[in-house]
């Protein structure tokens, strides 16, 4: 996988400046342009698991606009071709052409595009166009506009003169067979986003990293809810290790499929120390029960682990489960005796191992959905 984690600014002068070397054999992604950003530590908003969809694009002549949200890396293979050409694993439209043979370059303003639903309605802090293997036919420039049309409107009703669409990225030039990477500003709450090429081109993959803002009449008409679901706003903040897996996958809906859809740290040598993941949930909450799930983590499922709460940036941690052994590859759960209102939960494994997935079942407290309530209202616009 790539290695270079250099970034440098795309050539907005030179047309070709940006095209990456034709394949010459090997690791395709031997010379693959990688980008280091912050923002890729929030959840995809884009995620297939969440919900997420691209629902409808002009053109995808070459290659489906569905493969934008594979969830695994691209692939190549160099002789793979069928009756409309090479097989990319990608978004590829067609070459575009002028009006006749006198003006045979597209218009300035020609574009292809394609529409996503997000997986659920949120902030949008980054987003990355991946056009790994993409050499020579990537989008000279792209521009990703975003709306909120509420409940599930189709790519009619999404197109249609009254919706409102918001620039988030005005057309920038960018690399071929390179992550490219664009950090949005701003505080408001989108349901979709248009992507365009300009003029034509392909993409790999898209990535809209950003968070949750849950609709509060839902989450009051669930009842008890899992209050750290990213569904429902939960969110990843930090976390002792990294190394196999993302920690953020212990708050994903539904059942883990394999040993890497969970937390899985590196083994830890270093006695007296442990390993440990802290979540914030939406809003103010009260917990009543707990879910611990080791599911597809046989041999490398955490050996013990506890809980703690907090409520507020600075208040005190307590105890919600004293250390307590896990069994390998099952589900695990805990009624409270007594409510935990927290903002915020630590989840420690002893002394290290996977967690596939966690569930805090209950619900926001008066004070919670008055906040959320808020906040839900402000990223409205």
Same mark, same amino acid.
């Given at each position: ?22 394949? $010459? ?24 698991r969440l919900g997420a969809g691209v629902i409808a694009a002009n053109d995808e002549f ?69 056009? /790994? ?32 669409w918001e620039e988030l990225v005005p057309p920038t030039p960018v690399r071929g067979h ?7 500003? $701003? ?32 989450? /009051? /008409? ?66 009543r029960a707990v879910e611990i799930d080791t599911a597809y983590l046989k041999g490398n ?10 409520? $507020? ?59 959320? /309530? ?8």
């Amino acid at each position: 996988m790539p290695t270079d984690k250099i970034q440098t600014e795309p050539d907005s002068t030179d047309p070709h400046a940006n095209d990456a070397a034709p394949y $010459g054999g090997g690791d395709p992604y031997a010379d693959y342009r990688a980008g280091d950003f912050p923002f890729t530590e929030l959840v995809d908003l884009a995620d297939r698991r969440l919900g997420a969809g691209v629902i409808a694009a002009n053109d995808e002549f070459f290659a489906e606009r569905e493969n934008l949200l594979i969830r695994e890396p691209a692939v190549f293979d160099p002789e793979r071709f069928g009756h409309k050409g090479k097989i990319m694993d990608g978004w590829e439209t067609r070459r575009r052409r002028g009006t006749d043979g006198d003006h045979p370059f597209p218009a300035p303003e020609d574009n292809d595009w394609a529409i996503v639903r997000l997986g659920t309605p949120g902030i949008v802090r980054g987003i990355v166009v991946d056009t /790994a293997h993409f050499r020579g036919n990537y989008p000279q420039r792209v521009s990703v506009q975003a709306t909120a049309v509420e409940g599930a409107p189709g790519p009619e009703e999404l197109l249609a003169d009254d919706v409102k669409w918001e620039e988030l990225v005005p057309p920038t030039p960018v690399r071929g067979h390179a992550a490219n990477g664009f950090e949005i500003t $701003g505080g408001r709450r989108y349901t979709h986003l248009r992507i365009c090429q300009h003029p034509d081109g392909g993409i790999a993959r898209l990535r809209v990293h950003g968070e949750v803002v849950p609709d509060p009449a839902w989450l /009051a /008409a669930l009842g008890t809810i899992d209050l750290i679901s990213i569904l429902n706003g939960g969110m990843y903040e930090d976390a002792s290790d990294r190394f196999y897996s993302s920690p953020a996958q212990i708050i994903l809906p539904g059942t883990s499929r394999k040993m890497d859809d969970g937390w899985e740290n590196r083994r830890r040598r270093v006695r007296d120390t442990n390993d440990w993941v802290r979540f914030r949930l939406p809003a103010q909450g009260a917990v009543r029960a707990v879910e611990i799930d080791t599911a597809y983590l046989k041999g490398n499922a955490a050996g013990w682990i506890s809980l703690q709460g907090r409520d $507020g940036e600075s208040g005190d941690w307590f105890e919600i489960i004293p250390r307590t052994r896990l069994q390998p590859d099952t589900p695990h759960r805990f009624l409270l005796d007594t409510e935990a209102v927290v903002t915020h939960v630590r989840l420690d494994t002893f002394p290290d191992g996977g967690v596939a997935r966690m569930r805090l079942h209950g619900s926001l407290t008066e004070t919670g959905t008055t906040e959320l /309530a808020r906040r839900h209202r402000e990223s409205a616009g």
